[in-house]
């Protein structure tokens, strides 16, 4: 299957809501290389929408979250300035079809590294601003049953964030043993700790980074890096209220 038909087939399913069987079951020989065409596709199309491109995401990069999917990669997507939701406010379900909500660690870089290899270090002198996040996922295939390519065909389920407003850059080592609450109604779902991803957040950002570099792109200063689920994600009905809960700040909003 090429890479255009995929576009066009999740392109449609996005614009009216339905969900697809995974591509790989009836397409076994999908390729991770294609579906990173698919999403060059997507991403075109989001611009000629009148998207912005607003950051990235990294995704599958801890073991609550590869166990939560049955996919054992780590993937990157990326994010569209409609998705950028505000701290504390409602968020409509019209957005949504099947949408499950997951604690992140965001990162924002003050300037583009350009050096052919980057290394921690260089991501730790160009930060601009880390802290936490909300990732709201909405897969096109039902119950989020796919496989390594198909998902990131689908952009990596990638559809909204929240950004916190903590700013975490002067305790970049206290940060990797933050502990974080995913609550739903009152209702501890889940907990975690930074270190999930990597063992340090800012490894995906470098991931990320190189990932990017291979295909030609770059991560461009001012945007946003959400460095992937550091929990299991859980499932939102209308109704939900979800807290995040972080040293020094709750994230929390409603789902209506
Ligand atoms: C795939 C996206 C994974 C993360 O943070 O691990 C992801 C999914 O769970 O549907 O965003
Ligand atoms: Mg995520």
């Not at 991403?43 to 590869?66: C, D, F, H, N, P």
């Amino acid at each position: 299957m090429k890479a255009l038909e995929i576009a066009k087939t999740i392109g449609e399913a996005q614009k009216n809501r339905t969900l697809l069987p995974a591509f790989t079951t009836a397409h076994p020989e999908l390729t991770v290389e294609t579906a990173y065409q698919v999403q060059d596709i997507l991403m075109e199309e989001a611009l000629a929408r009148g998207e912005t491109i607003v950051g990235y995401k990294m995704g599958l990069t801890s073991r609550a979250k590869q166990q939560d999917v049955g996919v054992y990669s780590a993937i990157h997507g990326f994010l569209v300035g409609s998705g950028s939701l505000s701290k504390g406010s409602v968020v409509p379900s019209a957005r949504f079809r099947q949408p499950r909500v997951e604690p992140e660690i965001a990162v924002i870089l003050d300037r583009t590294l350009t050096e052919p290899v980057p290394t921690l270090s260089s991501v730790r002198a160009a930060l601009r601003w880390v802290g936490p996040a909300a990732e709201l996922l909405d897969s096109r295939y039902e119950n989020y049953q796919f496989k390594l390519p198909d998902v990131i065909a689908d952009n990596t389920s990638a559809n909204a964030f929240i950004l916190g407003s903590s700013q975490w850059i002067d305790q970049l080592e206290e940060m990797r043993l933050f502990g974080v609450q995913l609550k739903k109604n009152g209702q501890r779902i889940d907990t975690g700790c930074a270190a999930a991803t990597f063992g340090d957040p800012l490894l995906s950002v470098l991931e990320l980074i190189q990932e990017l570099g291979k295909r030609g792109k770059r991560l461009e200063a001012g945007q946003v890096v959400l460095t992937g689920g550091i929990t299991a994600s859980t499932p939102l009905a209308p109704g939900d209220f979800i807290e995040i809960l972080w040293p020094g700040e709750t994230l929390s909003f409603s789902y209506v």
